[in-house]
Structures are given as C-alpha cells and as structure tokens.
Nanobody
Framework: QVQLVESGGGLVQPGGSLRLSCAAS????????MAWYRQAPGKQRELVAV???????RYADSVQGRFTLTRDNTKNTVYLQMNSLKPEDTAVYYC????????????????WGQGTLVTVSS
C-alpha cells in the first residue's frame, strides 16, 4: 500500500513564500506522475502543477512563473515551491502520485495526500 504524507502549509503574508513537501512510502516500483492540486473554499479542486515521467512540467496559468514543482526520485518526494503568494492562492493543497507498486504481478496505484492548508493573508 502506498501512502503520501504532506507538510509545509501554514499562514503567510501576501508576497511571501512557502514550500510544500509530499513524501511517498510503501512498496513502490516506479512513480510516473507527481502532481499538486488545490481546493479553495466553495470551489472545485483544480490542478496546480503536474510532472510526468517524461520530465515535462505543466502549470496552471494562475501560478505560472510563481510556483515550481520539483521531485527527488531518491526520496520519492515531490515539492511545490510557492513564491509571490497572493490571497487567491489560499486553499487546501493536495499532492497526487501515480505509478506502479513492487511485486509480481506489478499493479498500478494512484493515491492522494491528506491535504495541507495554505493561507495567504495580512
């Protein structure tokens, strides 16, 4: 069973920065996709950034140039560096990973983190 643990959320002033982390544990053979989503109060969950195994990263227009997704394959961890934060970035942020578990036969997995709250306010 694969599990994700997120950390790094909190309260920050407009213009500030935060870095979110999401670490995967379990019998993982490979992780093909790592992504961050967010859900603001009263709104639907939306994609923030996603990186596939091919190496390309796609960002939502609203965060392009301010947020950066990076991954550490040795630690099965994905990060979201958030700079120049705005009040409209306030949301619960969720990571999601998809890949294959170790074992024979190998099975695919897709799991979500528990979410971490980011509040941007003065």
């Amino acid at each position: 069973q694969v599990q994700l643990v997120e950390s790094g959320g909190g309260l920050v002033q407009p213009g500030g920065s935060l870095r979110l982390s999401c670490a995967a544990s379990g019998s993982i053979f490979s992780i093909n996709t790592m992504a961050w989503y967010r859900q603001a109060p009263g709104k639907q969950r939306e994609l923030v950034a996603v990186r596939s195994s091919g190496g390309s990263t796609r960002y939502a227009d609203s965060v392009q140039g301010r947020f950066t997704l990076t991954r550490d394959n040795t630690k099965n961890t994905v990060y979201l560096q958030m700079n120049s934060l705005k009040p409209e970035d306030t949301a619960v942020y969720y990571c999601k990973m998809a890949g294959r578990v170790a074992g024979v036969p190998s099975r695919s997995f897709e799991v979500w983190g528990q979410g971490t709250l980011v509040t941007v306010s003065s």
